[in-house]
């Protein structure tokens, strides 16, 4: 069993900093891409970042130039550094990996955690 464990959301005034991290634990081999998502109410859920194993990573055109991802491959954690945030980075946001896992074969399933409110006040 994998989980993923998020922490780090709150509430911040608009131009404010929140760093997120999301850890993985439980029994696996690997994990290739871990990244962050975010949902607001009665809207689908968008890709915020990703970061792979190596180190690449992908941004929302949303965010970039503001937010940074970045990752631990030692801890199986992955940070999200948000600066500028804006009323409209105001979301649930959820950490997501594609981790590799040995039951009768290795095979990869991709996880979720639990989501963390970030608010921004205007």
């Known amino acids: 069993q994998v989980q993923l464990v998020e922490s780090g959301g709150g509430l911040v005034q608009s131009g404010g900093s929140l760093r997120l991290s999301c850890a993985a634990s439980?029994?696996?081999?690997?994990?290739?891409?871990m990244g962050w998502y975010r949902q607001v109410p009665g809207k689908e859920r968008e890709l915020v970042a990703t970061i792979t194993s190596g180190g690449s990573t992908h941004y929302a055109d949303s965010v970039k130039g503001r937010f940074t991802i970045s990752r631990d491959n030692a801890k199986n954690t992955v940070y999200l550094q948000m600066n500028s945030l804006k009323p409209e980075d105001t979301a649930v946001y959820y950490c997501?990996?594609?981790?590799?896992?040995?039951?009768?074969?290795?095979?990869?399933?991709?996880?979720w955690g639990q989501g963390t409110q970030v608010t921004v006040s205007s």
């Open positions: 997501n990996a594609d981790v590799g896992v040995f039951t009768v074969t290795y095979s990869w399933h991709d996880y």
């Open positions: 439980g029994s696996f081999f690997s994990i290739n891409i």
